[in-house]
């Protein structure tokens, strides 16, 4: 049957709460300043919503984890009378001491009166525990489930609350166990707030024993979220501002997730005089589920409060929840889905990531100066996810539609490398293709493989040009650096010479593996790096052009010593092709050495280099035609000079100037 056109002819919309005439709200002004008293309900409420219940060993792995790893103080464990296995449960946790004097368990029993003596025994010789005494208070379920008036229904309960305490005086004058009792208007999301606070009134009376010290616990169910959250605000203010002796009442609040708004409603009801959550880990449920505990508690610790539950291991939580009740978690799913914090847009990552930028420097600040407070401020992610046990590394993952932030991030997170902006659009073209190639994310294994192939940064060859070695010889006699070869002389790596030398001539002698086979390659210039520029047209007849340059210092943790990275935007041969060179060292010279080598490689494509310059050796001269000067003996000169009888006649002839 399709949707229907007027849905208004089968569905009644939800009644106003009748607050008195001139009434202001106080939930809608009000903002949460601590955190509720929690109760988990996930070994009973959210194991009866299990396709396979647990088994008690299971139960008691989870109960472990709630109680000892995570810090619940209050947590429901068992319908004890429901089956046999969950009366052993309950018996278990008691005698073998598996309770923390710190804990409160909570049992559940209708409002039956053959039940309620099974549940009592259930949990003898424990410390303390709250018995959850239920029925269902709605028109619909009075009047259709039950058959009900509203006096048979107050008349019920009340019969049920004197029974228990009966028992429960009885039992704690025998095993000293202390029993709370915490009466459930199960379905009060869809009864008239009066009722319920007449309902909840008889019961107090009947009671008759709660104090401030010891406080009676109202359940306000909404065991359907039939309205929207602010509905049930309205029911929760509504009851806790007519309720008798509110300040001997503890108000609990145990929202469904039927419209999707549990959180909303929960966090909503909590303003509206609400002190105690109840709900299970991940929203496990019956239907759409209880309200996620984790979600609401984590909300609070983003705003500054601390929830007074401990997830600085959410996966280690959400694994062992999951495979307890055997449910999987959506990879978006509020703080404990896999990719919660990712980002795969490239408007996003970008954000992220001068975010990231940004509050290293601020913090960084906080650290050097001792003022100021390390706050968290990153666009997209509201909670530091390091809190939670995770790291950064997922925070942006890169795909064929991310941007260039996504990738840059990667590298600097992998490499410690920050890409200049136009280097960050050039990389990403690269990233963008692969990922088309491979069809599928790309991981950061994957990008910085990418970035070390295009810009050939390995200890082995790589493409067509790879730079084994140099030497740098200063060439210039008026020059301040050493006569002897050096490796590094500039203290500049933000331009390509130094002050200090752009009047020093020097010359670079690189060894390098040209197409497969050793080759040395010279050239002068003021500064290695022209020098460098130079050797390649020489030997190699490649006019490499340089259009951008910059440098950074890597941080030292992670190399072994600190390094700097050149990165330059290079063309070659006037073409309009651009491309970049990357070098990576430990000494400021061979970092722009390398770049300028990387750049060359990256652009070269199949062009023809040219051979190796042919350089005079010379060699032994034949006995018969030496001559008698002892300074020439073993020399053969050029060919197209005479040999020269003595110094002295040679000094003449290259002084004499010519004709």
């Not at 999987?328 to 919660?340: D, F, I, M």
Request: aromatic residues 8%; charged residues 25%; contains cysteine.
């Amino acid at each position: 049957m399709p949707m229907l056109a007027d849905p208004s002819t089968k569905y009644l919309p939800y009644p106003a709460v009748n607050f008195p005439e001139g009434y202001v709200r106080q939930w809608p002004t009000r903002r949460a300043t601590a955190p509720p008293t929690w109760l988990s309900t996930d070994l009973r409420d959210g194991n009866q919503a299990l396709v396979n219940p647990m088994n008690n060993t299971t139960k008691l792995e989870l109960f472990r984890l709630l109680a000892n790893k995570i810090g619940f103080k209050q947590i429901e464990i068992a319908y004890p009378s429901a089956s046999e296995s969950d009366y052993k449960f309950c018996r278990s946790l008691v005698e073998n001491n598996e309770i923390p004097d710190d804990v409160t368990i909570q049992i559940m029993t209708p409002c039956r009166l053959d039940l309620i003596p099974q549940s009592v025994a259930s949990v003898a010789g424990a410390r303390e525990v709250i018995v959850l005494l239920y029925n269902a208070v709605s028109p619909v379920f009075r009047e259709v489930v039950f058959r009900n008036s509203k006096e048979k229904t107050i008349e019920l309960v009340l019969n049920a609350v004197r029974l228990l305490k009966k028992l429960t005086e009885e039992e704690e004058a025998r095993s000293g166990t202390r029993y709370r009792l915490n009466y459930c208007l199960e379905t009060f999301s869809q009864a008239e707030p009066e009722f319920s606070v007449e309902l909840a009134n008889r019961v107090f009376e009947e009671w008759g024993k709660a104090t401030p010290d010891d406080k009676i616990i109202f359940d306000l169910a909404a065991t359907v979220e039939a309205a929207p959250c602010n509905h049930y605000a309205d029911m929760v203010e509504y009851f806790s501002t007519h309720v008798n002796h509110r300040d001997c009442v503890e108000l609990s609040i145990h929202p469904h997730n039927d419209r999707g708004t549990a959180v909303a409603a929960a966090e909503l009801a909590l303003l509206a005089g609400g002190e105690r959550i109840e709900g299970c880990l991940l929203g496990n449920g019956e239907r759409t589920g209880n309200v996620d505990l984790i979600t609401l508690a984590l909300n609070l610790y983003s705003q500054g409060i601390s929830p007074n539950l401990d997830f600085s291991n959410l996966a280690e939580v959400v694994e062992v929840v999951c495979r307890c009740n055997e449910m999987a978690v959506p990879v978006r799913y509020p703080y404990a889905g896999s990719l919660v914090f990712t980002a795969f847009a490239g408007t996003h990552q970008d954000a992220i990531k001068k975010g990231l930028d940004a509050q290293q420097k601020r913090w960084a600040t906080v650290d050097r100066t001792g003022e100021g407070t390390k706050y968290w401020a990153m666009p997209y992610v509201p909670l530091d996810p390091k809190d939670l046990g995770f790291g950064y590394e997922n925070l942006i993952r890169v795909s064929s539609q991310s941007g260039k932030a996504g990738a840059a991030h990667v590298i600097k997170e992998a490499m410690q490398l920050d890409l200049p902006k136009k280097m960050q659009v050039s990389f990403y073209k690269v990233v963008q293709a692969e990922s088309e190639r491979l069809g599928k994310e790309m991981t950061r294994i994957l990008i910085t493989d990418a970035f070390k192939r295009t810009y050939h940064i390995s200890a082995q060859p790589m493409g067509r040009l790879h730079l084994h070695s140099f030497r740098i010889f200063p060439l210039s006699p008026n020059s301040k650096q050493p006569s002897s070869p050096v490796s590094d002389y500039s203290d500049d790596p933000l331009t390509l010479t130094s002050e200090e030398d752009q009047e020093s001539l020097v010359r670079f002698e690189g060894e390098l593996t040209v197409d497969g086979k050793s080759r040395t390659i010279r050239g002068d210039g003021k500064g290695a790096a022209l020098a460098t520029i130079n050797a390649l047209s020489c030997d190699l007849g490649l006019q490499l052009t340089i259009h951008e340059f910059s440098s950074q210092s890597v941080n030292p943790d992670s190399y072994p010593q600190q390094k700097t990275a050149t990165y330059l935007e290079a063309s070659i041969d006037g073409s309009e092709s651009h491309t970049w060179g990357v070098g990576i060292s430990s000494e400021v010279v061979t970092s722009k050495c390398r770049a300028i080598i990387s750049a060359a490689n990256a652009i070269v494509g199949d062009r023809v280099l040219s051979s190796p310059r042919k350089v005079f050796t010379p060699r032994p001269v034949p006995a018969s035609k030496r001559v008698t000067e002892s300074w020439l003996h073993g020399v053969m000169l050029r060919a197209g000079h005479d040999i020269l009888p003595t110094p002295e006649k040679e000094r003449r002839e290259l002084l004499t100037p010519p004709i």
